[in-house]
């Protein structure tokens, strides 16, 4: 296979997804600080603006634009690439990394909920990806960065909505990397643990949860989130500039992917014993880590 280039971040377009905190956040500061101009997108306006404020402040010389967009609504999706596209006719990198969750066993969430989430974590990368795709390829030794989970990698019940995008964007990447290779383009698939993120304060929950379980198992939860974004994100940057097809950040991503790899069918009992063991303590999560 073509061996690509190191990535070149100065003077170069990133597109970011989810940009309002968290692992986005920091990213957009890595890449603010490697000399890309930005074109932050995220639907916390309140949250994403500061973020946009900062970078200016630090890095005057580059240019900086934030979108405000709800990436379950197709029309919204569309509209950023076409804004994008218009404004950006050669871009450098694109950065799906906006991610929701969803709580619950299956029987207790709602197909509406399931394709939100679907629709945030899976079709709205997809859609971007293919529409930008020509501003991508418009130069030479471009680059696309999904960010999928360590539920990319394994599949714990209770969490079927969120592993089924993740596991369908892992698919998406591992043969757009075939495919787009010979464009000059790389692509990175990312594989978070617990990172310290809003993902747990700000997850759905499924409408058949109990209420009483709800907020004790998100406190419960977010304590487990513990590894830094800033790390996370320096993680990815560098991924990114070596061209690795698959990043895996922190112990919680690696030792599951060990795991998946030793026992591809057995370790799905582990996982499961771990889940109903931690449940029994009443610790399971209604909410998961990204």
């Given at each position: 296979?073509?061996?690509?280039?190191?990535?070149?971040?100065?003077?170069?377009?990133?597109?970011?997804?989810?940009?309002?905190?968290?692992?986005?956040?920091?990213?957009?500061?890595g890449?603010?600080?490697?000399?890309?101009?930005?074109v932050?997108?995220?639907?916390?306006?309140?949250?994403?603006?500061?973020?946009?404020?900062?970078?200016?402040?630090?890095?005057p010389?580059?240019g900086?634009?934030?979108?405000?967009?709800?990436?379950?609504?197709?029309?919204?999706?569309?509209?950023?690439?076409?804004?994008?596209?218009?404004?950006?006719?050669?871009?450098?990198?694109?950065?799906?990394?906006?991610?929701?969750?969803?709580?619950?066993?299956?029987?207790?969430?709602?197909?509406?909920?399931?394709?939100?989430?679907?629709?945030?974590?899976?079709?709205?990368?997809?859609?971007?990806?293919?529409?930008?795709?020509?501003?991508?390829?418009?130069?030479?030794?471009?680059?696309?960065?999904?960010?999928?989970?360590?539920?990319?990698?394994?599949?714990?019940?209770?969490?079927?909505?969120?592993?089924?995008?993740?596991?369908?964007?892992?698919?998406?990447s591992?043969?757009?990397?075939?495919?787009?290779?010979?464009?000059?383009?790389?692509?990175?698939?990312?594989?978070?643990?617990?990172?310290?993120?809003?993902?747990?304060?700000?997850?759905?929950?499924?409408?058949?949860?109990?209420?009483?379980?709800?907020?004790?198992?998100?406190?419960?939860?977010?304590?487990?989130?513990?590894?830094?974004?800033?790390?996370?994100?320096?993680?990815?940057?560098?991924?990114?500039a070596?061209?690795?097809?698959?990043?895996?950040?922190?112990?919680?991503?690696?030792?599951?992917?060990?795991?998946?790899?030793?026992?591809?069918?057995?370790?799905?009992?582990?996982?499961?014993?771990?889940t109903?063991?931690?449940?029994?303590?009443?610790?399971?999560?209604?909410?998961?880590?990204?």
């Amino acid at each position: 296979m073509t061996r690509l280039p190191e990535y070149r971040f100065a003077g170069r377009t990133a597109v970011l997804t989810g940009a309002a905190g968290g692992i986005g956040e920091q990213l957009a500061y890595g890449l603010a600080h490697r000399g890309s101009d930005l074109v932050l997108a995220d639907v916390d306006e309140a949250r994403l603006t500061p973020v946009a404020d900062r970078i200016r402040a630090a890095h005057p010389a580059i240019g900086v634009q934030t979108v405000v967009a709800d990436l379950a609504d197709r029309v919204a999706v569309e509209a950023l690439a076409t804004r994008v596209l218009t404004e950006h006719p050669a871009i450098g990198l694109l950065v799906n990394n906006a991610g929701i969750a969803l709580g619950g066993r299956f029987d207790q969430v709602t197909t509406d909920q399931f394709e939100q989430v679907m629709n945030v974590n899976f079709r709205a990368p997809m859609l971007l990806t293919h529409a930008l795709l020509p501003a991508l390829t418009a130069t030479p030794g471009g680059h696309l960065v999904n960010v999928s989970s360590l539920f990319g990698l394994i599949a714990p019940p209770g969490q079927s909505a969120y592993c089924a995008s993740k596991f369908a964007l892992r698919g998406l990447s591992e043969s757009l990397r075939g495919e787009l290779i010979d464009n000059g383009v790389g692509v990175t698939t990312v594989h978070p643990g617990g990172i310290k993120t809003r993902i747990a304060e700000s997850a759905l929950v499924g409408s058949h949860v109990p209420q009483d379980e709800i907020e004790p198992n998100r406190r419960l939860f977010a304590a487990l989130l513990s590894y830094p974004p800033e790390k996370a994100a320096e993680q990815i940057l560098r991924a990114v500039a070596k061209r690795k097809a698959r990043l895996l950040i922190a112990s919680s991503a690696k030792a599951p992917d060990i795991l998946a790899r030793l026992l591809p069918v057995g370790h799905a009992r582990i996982v499961r014993a771990a889940t109903v063991a931690a449940s029994s303590r009443g610790t399971r999560p209604a909410v998961i880590k990204r």
